[in-house]
């Protein structure tokens, strides 16, 4: 019998394990979820107070006002929405839980004494849990998109900067956001993949990283905190928005994604060494 | 770890600046000329003597206004000297409109004032370092101050006018030589402001008698005399500005229909031409409210005070503007401001061209000029100039458009998107039935949809009399403008036949407009504020920080001893210890051998340490001293000699959602083999039946225990750990399990087996290792121990004998 290393933890085989998984099915779900219900309920929910500045699709010149104008429009509107909860738990799930469930499970000491080397077995954790984040991330436009068309119809993107898109134009504007949403969330799954490598408790991993998440949220809304916020990577969250002007100004997407990118590296090579020296007894 | 952060969101809140304690301010009025005391206030900063700031309120106020702006500049350490401009507040005197021999003059006497004063900085005895900023009516007080007095060595002029003909007769042509239509509405706003202050004063209250004659004269004659057009131009800025030496800052807000964009380009091109510094910002207020940008523009100035003043090393760029619509608020997604910057203004902008289409736009003048256009709405502030911003909803109705009163040049459909930054002209020919025309004409853009952006409602009147049959060509100059219009949007200029803002002609007419020339329009290389490091900066470090993470993790891996034994035993243990980080020593000097073909049991009591060096044997846990090696190759985590090894250790793991098979197959298509895997022998075994097909979670723990067991012998590795095989079984199941292992040996292969049911292992091994506290106690041939002491029949007999009555009283073996 012969032990080849390449052939360890192969990544369609953990792919596979992770997709059989329940809860990758329901994070999936809530993620399908959330544009059909939105839908369903600006069209047959009771319409709110017309004074509210933000009611959902008034016509109001911001991105909620202006959500019901196409499946363009709606998709930037779910983005929206989606971006600082639903989006960073459900990449907070999928990279906090891989480690963590298979310690609490204790088939991770049989996959390292088989054995996978450790740092394999986390690269191949990370490009499957990294992978099943991506197709979150895209699901939200995508399922978004075509809730929003056959709800509100397809039309071109209209900013609340006042300016309309055409077609092609959009498309690109909506493959921006979506690039620079997926990026933004390094930051998170990067966390969340560091803990679940601290902890065998799969739930204090995920709810760990998006307690963080949560926490420098908040402390990115206290304004009395001034320039320090930039260095936050929560700071970045929104910045997508920026795709929205008319000719784009790169510059602060280009800072937000390339530093939650950079501290998403950071923890998963901290992850990596702490994994490489960890004494395993779970 | 939580303490530390506690103390990290502490140390942060405390850097925070707190504003410094309320230092001396000296109130004082000063006689500058006969009946005239100027009241002023005099902030002294904590270290002295410092350069001082001449800081002037705008029209209708008084240095109370300014109040908050001074103390910002005095904690910036500067000294401030605040005023209320004669004939307001409690200064005496009447209003002159910043003439020379009025408020200018006083303004002398206020910088001979500062240099009474020791805490001021001075050049020499008599011209103190001082600095000057004002807005509005100050604005030009600064540039009128800077021409007239040289000890003036710094000046800030904000929202203020050119030239107040232009200002107040606004003429967008220069084919035109006639004053433009009277800007009626915010002339009277300005001038009530005078007048209205105390109606016990008379008709014009505390306005000299020139001028209020000069106002009622306009209002009357809705043109100005020959006589007025002097007295406006005496107190314009752009008279003098060839005489101003200092380095001066000319500010001035995109919502403002009173001072527009263009004024300030005038002055900022003016003073260009006198080799002194000069720099422009456009930022997002004005007269008509706009955004407040007054903090930001609050960190410019004073950069431009610590530059010129305190010789400070400072850039400054040579423009900077703010697109009012520049991003969109993280927090509730409004439109927020953004900053950029240019090296050079808008005077030198690239001038693009783009045709327009030659339909002629047609359009009537009404009888009494009623209705009227809104473009913008004079002096209401801050809600005037939102509505202004984006003039039309989807349907396309404008109040600055009325049907019939205005007409579109329209582009066609723009192929790429355009970004303009200042002014922008167009060559037309106008015919008019009444041979007469006053016109309002403004740069937009309309999107698809037929919603138009007229930026901040800023429009170009123009005035024209005598207009023969065949039409008069002129070229308009368009208001300066930022302005952003997408790919399928289209450019146009609006051209509108009223604006309620202005004196307009009682008598209809009929008019006829065509584009004789391509719009003519400027567009800047510009830099976001934000992003003054480039925009590949980040994504560099991001880069870097990939390649740093690679290298990091490569140089920080464990080492391994790669050191070889010979391969006599199949596994070899030596000096093996583990101290677990909270001191608990688990296992200490432990050494012995194992051979192929032996069932070695490892025995012991709880706590013994079995588990422990088990763990050590599957690469799991690191030894803090000794060894352990399989088949002659040393083992750490990853080692290739554990492909020779089979686990079961401190219970089942498997996946629960998932069935029997289904683990047991992905298993083995995660650990890396290519051989056999002998699944039928191994179920044949270990006697799984048609359990497998279930899910692992309906399992019983004997079940598991089985399937776990299978799994350690899938392949059928040449060495067998197994750890408590037999916990939580019945006596039956332990049965089968004997038989389970005595099987696999039987095969030729090695199987290791720890327990603490000493008794029962009796019956399974052939050697022993026999551990307590983390010491090995006896090492051997099962035979040979049990005949070691005649008088003990069991191993749970020889333990005991071994040591002593450690075991009973918890002793610690030294």
Redesign the interface.
């Known amino acids: ?10 990544y369609h ?2 792919l ?2 992770q997709l ?3 809860r990758t099915a329901f994070a999936y779900g809530f993620v399908l979820s959330l544009p059909i219900l939105v839908a369903l309920a600006v069209k047959f929910g009771p319409s709110g107070d017309d004074d509210e500045p ?1 009611e959902f699709g008034s ?1 109001a ?4 006002g202006l959500a019901t104008l196409g499946a363009a429009n709606f998709t930037t509107t779910m983005l ?1 929405f989606s971006t600082p909860f639903l989006l960073v738990t459900v990449v907070a799930l999928f990279n906090g839980d891989t480690v963590a469930s298979e310690a609490s ?16 077995l986390l690269i191949q954790k990370m490009k499957v849990s990294l992978t099943l984040s991506l197709i979150a991330v895209l699901l939200v436009p995508l399922s978004s998109w075509i809730v929003g068309a056959i709800a509100f119809g397809v039309a ?1 993107l ?9 077609n092609s ?1 959009t498309f690109t504007r909506l493959a921006i956001m979506t690039v620079y949403l997926a990026l933004s969330l390094l930051f998170v799954a990067g966390l969340a993949f560091y803990l679940s490598v601290r902890t065998d408790a799969p739930l204090g991993a995920v709810g760990g990283a998006v307690g963080i998440s949560i926490l420098l949220t908040i ?1 990115d ?1 206290i304004s ?3 320039s ?1 916020r930039q260095w936050l990577p929560v700071h970045y ?3 997508w ?2 795709a ?4 784009i ?4 997407m ?2 937000g ?3 939650c ?2 501290s998403g ?2 923890f ?2 901290l992850a ?2 702490k994994f ?2 960890k ?3 779970s | 770890m939580k303490i530390r952060v506690a103390l990290l ?1 502490f140390s ?2 405390a ?2 600046p707190m504003p410094a304690n309320a230092a001396e301010v000296i109130e004082k009025s000063i006689k500058t000329a006969p009946g005239v005391l100027i009241d002023t206030s005099l902030f002294l900063p904590e270290v002295m003597p410092a350069p001082a700031i001449l800081l002037a309120h705008g029209f209708g106020s008084s240095k109370e206004a300014v109040k908050e702006s001074a103390q910002y500049y005095r904690d910036n350490g500067y000294v401030v000297l605040t005023w209320t401009a004669r004939g307001f507040g409690k200064s005496s005197g009447q209003i002159s409109m910043n003439a020379a021999q009025g408020e200018i003059a006083d303004i002398k006497e206020l910088i001979s004032y500062l240099v009474t004063w020791k805490e001021v900085k001075k050049e020499s005895s008599a011209n103190p370092i001082v600095g000057f900023v004002g807005a509005s009516y100050g604005g030009a007080a600064a540039l009128l101050s800077a021409a007239a007095d040289k000890r003036i060595d710094a000046a800030i002029a904000d929202i203020t006018w050119n030239n107040l003909n232009q200002a107040l007769f606004p003429q967008s042509s220069k084919d035109l030589s006639e004053p433009g239509p009277f800007k009626k509405v915010w002339t009277g706003t300005f001038f009530s402001l005078a007048t209205l202050q105390n109606a016990a004063l008379g008709e014009c209250g505390a306005l000299a008698a020139q001028w209020c004659a000069a106002y009622k004269s306009a209002v009357i004659n809705r043109r100005p005399s020959a006589q007025e057009i002097t007295l406006l131009n005496s107190v314009s800025p752009s008279a003098v500005l060839s005489e101003i030496s200092a380095p001066t800052l000319v500010s001035q807000g995109q919502s403002d229909s009173l001072f527009p964009l263009n004024e300030s380009l005038k002055t900022f091109t003016a003073l260009k031409k006198n080799n002194s510094a000069v720099s422009l910002i456009w930022h997002g207020g004005g007269h008509d409210g706009g955004t407040n940008e007054d903090e930001y523009l609050r960190v410019q100035y004073l950069n431009w005070f610590d530059k010129y003043l305190n010789g400070k090393d400072i850039s400054i760029p040579t423009f900077q503007f703010t697109k009012t ?4 608020s ?6 927020i401001p ?1 900053n950029f910057f240019s090296t050079t203004a808008p005077d030198q902008a690239t001038i693009n061209s783009i045709d327009l289409l030659p339909k002629p736009a047609l359009m009537a003048h009404p009888i009494g000029g009623i209705p009227s256009a809104i473009s913008s709405l004079p002096g209401i502030g801050s809600a005037g100039s939102v509505a202004a ?2 003039v039309s ?2 349907s396309g109705f404008s109040p600055a458009f009325l049907a019939g009163q205005s007409g579109f040049l329209e582009s066609a459909k723009l192929q790429k ?1 355009v ?1 303009i930054v200042g002014p922008s002209r167009i060559k037309v020919r106008i015919t008019s039935s009444s041979g007469e025309a006053t016109l309002f004409f403004s740069l937009l853009s309309k ?3 037929g ?1 138009i ?1 007229q930026p901040n409602g800023v429009v170009a009147p123009i005035k024209i009399s005598g207009i023969p049959a065949g039409g008069r060509e002129i070229t308009v100059e368009l208001p300066s403008v930022i302005l ?6 289209s450019l146009a200029v609006g051209i509108s036949t009223t604006d309620q803002g202005y004196e307009l002609p009682k008598t209809p007419s009929l008019y006829s407009i065509t584009a004789l020339s391509p719009l003519e329009y400027s567009v800047m290389d510009v830099v ?1 504020v ?2 003054s490091g480039g ?5 560099s ?2 880069l870097l ?2 390649i740093v ?2 290298a ?2 490569y140089l ?3 080492r391994h001893s790669e050191s070889q034994r010979d391969e006599d035993f199949l596994v070899q243990v030596e000096n093996l210890s583990k101290v ?1 980080k909270d001191g608990y020593k688990a296992v200490e000097n432990l050494s012995f051998t194992v051979s192929r073909g032996q069932v070695v049991g490892l025995l012991g009591p709880n706590g013994a340490g079995k588990t422990t060096t088990l ?1 050590m044997m ?5 030894p803090t001293e000794g060894a352990i090696y399989m088949d002659g190759k040393a083992v750490y ?4 000699a ?2 020779n ?1 089979g ?1 079961f ?10 069935t029997g098979r ?1 683990n047991l197959d ?2 083995w ?8 895997k002998y699944l039928d022998e191994v179920l044949t075994i270990t006697k799984l039946g048609t359990a497998l097909d279930k899910k692992v979670r309906s399992y019983s723990q004997g079940m598991r225990q089985r399937l776990a067991i299978a ?1 350690a012998m899938m ?3 040449d060495l067998l750990v197994l750890d408590e095989p037999t916990n939580g079984l019945d006596p039956q199941q332990i049965a089968e399990m004997r038989v389970v292992l005595k099987e696999y040996a039987k095969t030729g292969r090695t199987v290791i087996v720890s327990s603490h049911l000493l008794a029962e292992v009796q019956q399974t091994c052939s050697h022993v290792v026999l551990m307590h506290r983390g010491h090995l106690i006896a090492f051997g041939p099962m035979k040979k121990i049990l005949t070691k002491n005649r008088q003990a029949r069991s191993l749970e007999e020889i333990f005991l004998e071994l040591i002593g009555d450690d075991l009973v009283i918890g002793k610690a073996i030294t």
Do not use: C
């Open positions: 019998m012969s032990y080849v290393v390449g052939k360890t933890l192969p085989v953990e596979y394990r059989k998984r329940k933000s016509g010149t911001d991105i909620i929206f499970w204790s088939t991770l000491r049989y996959l390292l004494a088989s054995p996978v080397p450790r740092t394999r071109p209209q900013t609340p900067l006042g300016v309309t898109f055409d134009l402390l809304a009395a905190l001034g320090l969250a929104d910045t928005l920026d929205l002007s008319t000719t100004d790169w510059s602060q280009a800072k994604a390339s530093y990118a950079i590296i950071l998963y090579a990596i060494n490489a020296k004494d395993i007894t | 969101v942060l809140l850097a925070i619509n520049g991003s969109i993280l927090q509730d997604s409004t439109v953004k911003t984006v909803g989807i998107a970004s999107s698809a949809s919603a952006t952003d219009a997408a790919v399928g949007d976001s934000t992003g925009i590949w900066l980040w994504p470090l991001a920080t990939l993470a690679f990091f993790t920080r891996r464990p677990y763990r599957m690469g799991l846990i690191f985590p990853g080692s290739p554990l492909a090894l686990s250790v401190e219970g089942p793991g498997f996946l629960p959602h998932l289904e992905l298993y298509r995660s650990i890396g083999r290519t051989g056999e799994q392949g059928m590795p």
